[in-house]
Structures are given as structure tokens and as C-alpha cells.
């Protein structure tokens, strides 16, 4: 069962003010198929971003909250998206952001935040020319998903 954390909540919504005052519209929250799962997803007229959203009380392990994006939780969200774009047929370019927040546990108030545009580029996915020409393809589980153009 799906337990939600009031920490990540406010993380969530924070981020997603963050995308709608860059003129964002929010698509989904806690998005998941099957074992997948982003926690935002927004879109404007060209791009898609898929955002991972860290909220924490604390520093752990010496790592600010967005920092605990390692290379599998990347994966996993790429899996995730790929997922989103097949099932949505959505043909816009692709982003991953990463937003890190600590609140306060008492107050509930945010004492930091981050939010990285393009925090990272997924590996399986590939772009044209090395730079956005409106041509991109992932492989994902031996199908290819692209774009039309």
C-alpha cells in the first residue's frame, strides 16, 4: 500500500509552483505504471519534463536532498517516462528535472530549495545532430519510441 509522506507533499507542490510560474501546466502527480513512477509531470508548448522531487528534514549522508538522484533512480525514471510517452503518444522533447527541498519538521516550512532544469540526460535516450533538431528516439525493452518529425 501506497503510504504519503507530508515532507515529499510539500516538496511535490513547492515544485510544482516552481514549473507553473515558468509557465508550465502540471499534467500528473505520483504518475506510476506498474512499479514505475514520476512525481511530476508537466509540459508546455515544446517540451515535456519529467521532475524528481527530493524533500527531506535533514542532510543525509552529507548529500543535499536533490543529490540522491543516483544513476538507477535515473533509469527508473527514464523507464518511467519512456512508459508516459508510449502510453500518452506524447511527441515533444523530453526534460528530467530534479528538485530538492529541506523543510523544517516543526513548522513545515521550506529552508532550502533547489530545482535543476536538465539534471540529467538519460543514457538510452539519443538526440540528432547532438543538439534538439525535433528528431529524438529512446529504445526501451526492444521497442523504439520517437518522435514524428
Excluded at 500528473?28 to 519534463?49: F, P, Y
Excluded at 523507464?79 to 506524447?90: S, V
Excluded at 530534479?98 to 535543476?116: H, M, P, Q, W
Excluded at 528528431?135 to 526492444?142: C, E, I, Y
Aim: proline residues 3%; contains cysteine; positive net charge.
Amino acid at each position: 500500500m501506497f503510504v504519503t509522506n507530508p515532507i515529499g507533499i510539500i516538496g511535490e507542490e513547492e515544485a510544482a509552483k516552481i514549473l507553473k510560474k515558468k509557465g508550465f501546466k502540471i499534467l500528473e502527480h505520483n504518475w506510476r505504471m506498474g512499479h514505475l513512477e514520476v512525481d511530476l509531470i508537466a509540459e508546455n508548448r515544446k517540451e515535456i519534463v519529467f521532475v524528481e522531487v527530493k524533500a527531506r528534514t535533514c542532510i543525509l549522508n552529507g548529500k543535499m536532498p536533490e543529490e540522491n538522484v543516483d544513476e538507477i533512480k535515473q533509469r527508473r525514471i527514464t523507464a518511467a517516462a519512456n512508459a508516459y510517452i508510449k502510453y500518452h503518444k506524447i511527441d515533444k522533447k523530453p526534460r528530467f528535472d530534479v528538485a530538492g527541498f529541506l523543510v523544517d519538521r516543526n513548522t513545515k516550512e521550506i529552508t532550502y530549495s533547489c530545482y535543476l532544469e536538465n539534471a540529467f540526460q538519460p543514457q538510452i535516450r539519443t538526440i540528432s545532430s547532438g543538439s534538439y533538431s525535433g528528431k529524438w528516439r529512446w529504445f526501451h525493452r526492444g521497442k523504439t519510441i520517437g518522435s514524428k518529425h
